[in-house]
């Protein structure tokens, strides 16, 4: 039976919104799983069995288990999660099994752009806001799929794509449309 885990809305609005701007402007963060341990004296959070996290607008992650770590600290007889340096910071985040997340972000003339990234496991550290995916690692934007063998690595904060081991980038033909050397007939010998 999947029941949800409503005494980790505030956990999970610590650990995935940056800010309390950022807080103010999500209506509720959702978090379901079939078990849970929370250690809060140490600040780590095990869920697993059909994980769903969804931020309306912000993100949706699935998985299969997930492993979040958030530094606890004590005021006046109180467990409160801080974060590095008192900022209420996601310190590392490990999602495995079957990983599917759908994130969006803030596009150019006010537009929004989606994100898509899947693979076996994905790590999150918010030292250097970079999530990489390994396993089966593929990245779909708006632009086309980046499918990696090793690792995709996606920089959130530069919004940036690197891979470790081999790899491909499969463009949609319309992103290069006014290029010349892309849009022009075929010398190509026609099928038989």
Known sequence: MIRSLHVLRWV???????????????????????NAVLEFQEGVYH?????????????????DDLRAVLPQDKVAGATVATG?????????LVATGHVQIQFFQAG????????YASGD?????????????????????????????????????????????????????DVLRNSVLFNRGTNAPKPR
């Open 12 to 34: 999970l609005l610590t650990l995935l919104v940056a800010g309390p701007v950022r807080a103010q402007l999500q209506d509720r963060i959702q978090l379901t799983a079939t």
């Open 47 to 63: 869920l697993w069995d059909h994980v769903r996290v969804e931020s309306s607008g912000v993100l949706t992650l699935t998985c």
């Open 84 to 92: 590095a340096g008192g900022s209420g910071r996601l310190q590392s």
């Open 108 to 115: 150019a003339g006010g537009t929004t752009n989606v994100v």
């Open 121 to 173: 496991k994905a790590e999150y550290g918010a030292a250097d806001e970079v999530l990489i995916l390994t396993g089966n690692p593929r990245i779909e934007t708006g632009s086309g799929t980046m499918v990696g063998t090793e690792a995709l690595i996606y920089d959130l904060k530069s919004r940036s794509m690197r891979n470790r081991g081999p790899y491909r980038i499969e463009l949609r033909s």
